[in-house]
């Protein structure tokens, strides 16, 4: 039972450049989650699922656009990274809201 | 302004101590969740409570909603603990502390 799996694990992007962060469960969550995580501020989040088809904003979402087509997976995008946009960023999936979350082992991305 | 509060930031005991770690937090909440993040980065639920007292193992978890505060309690406590514990709560959105950095000593 792989749990959550995101791809890739590290990353190295230039200014300007796009790319697609994956998160897969296999455990039929219906809610999905994608954090970032940087020193000295904790776990904030950027966008969150409540189900297949559906996408909403937390705290940071300017510069990522997010893609649940399928239940399983759930896609975070940077249209064109900036520097600030270096972090660890953690994916997770609970069953509802009120249940325990379920992380990734993160992706290191970094900006230069 | 940091909706979450924790308490202490930095924490080393002795192994065998028994430790405890606050969260205060300034928003109605619905539920508060306890995670675990060991040094190499990965994060793990160890509690979800909107009320009263949660066990598992060595670690307790209280919360009182009417005083906003919730404590992670580890008894005798293993080199294996030392790890980040962060406390979350869910109002009409998420809120993270930014973690109690705990460090057993054999």
């Known amino acids: 039972n792989a749990g959550v799996t995101q791809t890739p694990k590290f990353r190295v992007l230039k200014t300007g450049q796009s790319m697609t962060l994956l998160c897969a469960q296999d455990?039929?969550?219906?809610?999905m989650y994608w954090y970032r995580q940087d020193p000295g501020m904790g776990l904030r989040l950027i966008h969150y699922?409540?189900?297949?088809?559906?996408?909403a904003k937390g705290e940071v979402p300017d510069g990522y656009n997010v893609s649940r087509l399928k239940k399983q997976n759930f896609l975070l995008g940077l249209e064109s990274a900036a520097p600030s946009q270096t972090s660890v960023y953690f994916c997770?999936?609970?069953?509802?809201?009120?249940?325990?979350?379920?992380f990734g082992d993160g992706t290191r991305l970094s900006i230069l | 302004k940091n909706e979450v509060e924790q308490s202490p930031q930095n924490l080393t005991a002795q192994e065998g101590e028994f430790i405890t770690i606050n969260c205060s937090y300034s928003?109605?909440?619905?539920?508060l969740h306890w995670l675990q993040q060991h040094p190499g980065g990965g994060i793990v639920s160890l509690f979800m409570?909107?009320?009263g007292k949660k066990k598992h193992g060595r670690l307790i978890a209280t919360i009182n909603i009417q005083e906003k505060h919730s404590s992670l309690h580890i008894t005798a406590s293993h080199p294996r603990d030392s790890a980040v514990y962060i406390c979350?709560?869910?109002?009409?959105?998420?809120?993270f502390g930014t973690g109690t950095s705990l460090t057993v000593i054999p």
């Open positions: 455990m039929n969550h219906e809610y």
């Open positions: 928003v109605g909440i619905s539920a």
């Open positions: 979350a709560v869910i109002g009409n959105q998420f809120y």
């Open positions: 699922s409540v189900g297949e088809g559906t996408t």
């Open positions: 409570l909107s009320s």
């Open positions: 997770a999936s609970s069953l509802t809201a009120y249940q325990p979350q379920h």
